[in-house]
């Protein structure tokens, strides 16, 4: 589903200043004084040494060190970028700072991680990172992937909140949700073109938030991360058109204060008539039965359009 290599540098070396740069840029254009948290985002995996230089890392963090205001500081890496000498260096770099490393988590599932994703990793493979991080006094923030390829509606909203308890019982309370959409190049976009695939309804997003809260209270604070990436979507999230900004403006104020108040008295026909029809759908195949089919599909799709 990913389709950040559009967004890459296709493989030149970005250098230690190039990144500076940037850093500079964003200091300059912003005021980072009104600012507790910070991110700092490289589209990629900062502890890989191929895809960002230490030295890059030491430097912005140098500046970073010259607010007392920032509090905490959340990067992103892969598990398996991420060793432990890396981290640490970087933590003492912040002089005492909250560091917070995210990750593409998806799915607690090893099926959905590794064959509708193709993750590369299992939740073992987690909980020992988790540990590890735990044990250098690094808080870790899983990202869940909603509605991977191949599975129902429904399907990939159990899969969530499946995802979700599986982090709780790490004592983990925050997750972030990363709504599939639609890039160029992908596995997900071939299989969109042959009415395959459609991202996730709005209303089971609404869905999903409500019975978080039913389940687990204020033990799990899920976030809904905007569907506006680094590269350009052909689809996202959305219901009939009639009511999608309204539901999406309740989504940006329940990430302020994950109070789910904001979706009450919100309503359409089609939450009555299309999406409890798709949420309400069923695949009796298995998961690898829907790959092997859907797969060969769009493969005769594509040599017939030759």
Not at 34 to 61: H, L, Q, T, W
Not at 62 to 71: A, D, F, R, W
């Amino acid at each position: 589903m990913c389709g950040f290599y559009c967004a890459t540098a296709r493989g030149r070396e970005i250098s230690a200043e190039e990144y500076i740069a940037q850093f500079e840029h964003v200091m300059d254009a912003v005021d980072l004084e009104d600012y507790p948290v910070i991110s700092i985002y490289n589209d990629g995996n900062i502890f890989n040494e191929r895809e960002m230089p230490v030295a890059a890392i030491e430097k912005i963090c140098s500046y970073i060190n010259g607010y007392e205001n920032i509090k905490k500081v959340v990067v992103e890496s892969r598990i398996d970028y991420s060793p432990d000498e890396h981290v640490a260096k970087m933590k003492k770099a912040l002089n005492g700072r909250q560091l917070e490393v995210a990750f593409g988590f998806e799915s607690a599932d090893t099926r959905v991680m590794n064959l509708c994703i193709n993750k590369g990793f299992s939740a073992n493979n987690f909980d020992h990172f988790h540990s590890r991080m735990q044990g250098m006094g690094v808080l870790t923030k899983p990202l869940l992937l909603v509605k991977p390829p191949f599975l129902t509606e429904a399907e990939a909203t159990n899969d969530i909140l499946r995802t979700i308890s599986y982090c709780v019982s790490r004592g983990i309370d925050y997750v972030d949700l990363e709504v599939t959409t639609v890039e160029k190049h992908t596995v997900v976009h071939e299989l969109w073109k042959n009415d395959l695939y459609r991202p996730p309804w709005l209303w089971s997003l609404i869905d999903l938030l409500q019975r978080c809260q039913e389940r687990f209270g204020d033990r799990a604070h899920v976030y809904v991360s905007p569907w506006t990436y680094s590269v350009e979507s052909l689809d996202w999230a959305r219901n009939c058109g009639r009511c999608d900004a309204g539901i999406i403006k309740a989504i940006e104020q329940y990430n302020r204060h994950f109070d789910l108040a904001v979706f009450e008295g919100l309503d359409c026909s089609c939450r009555h008539d299309e999406w409890e029809e798709a949420f309400a759908k069923e695949d009796p195949r298995s998961i690898q039965e829907r790959i092997a089919e859907q797969l060969s599909y769009v493969q005769n799709a594509r040599m017939s359009s030759v």
